[in-house]
């Protein structure tokens, strides 16, 4: 059976909902940094997802150039 285009949530995939385990577990793991490391991301720097992959990606190389 195919998705029903017209039972669509609300929800923004632009944002990360870090009030949600299941949200910081899936960024953490999509971005290749700890849980922590994650949580303090979306402290620092808000819920936008682009912006979050991006720091995420400096931290990483930050952690292979060292």
Known sequence: MADDK???DERDRS???????YEI????KE???S???AR??????GND???LMAEAAKLT???RSA
């Open 31 to 33: 971005a290749g940094v």
């Open 25 to 28: 577990d899936y960024f953490a």
């Open 40 to 45: 303090e991301l979306i402290e620092k720097h």
């Open 15 to 21: 944002r990360v909902a870090g009030d949600e385990r």
């Open 6 to 8: 017209s039972k669509q």
């Open 61 to 63: 190389a930050e952690r």
């Open 35 to 37: 849980i922590d490391q």
């Open 49 to 51: 997802r682009e912006t």
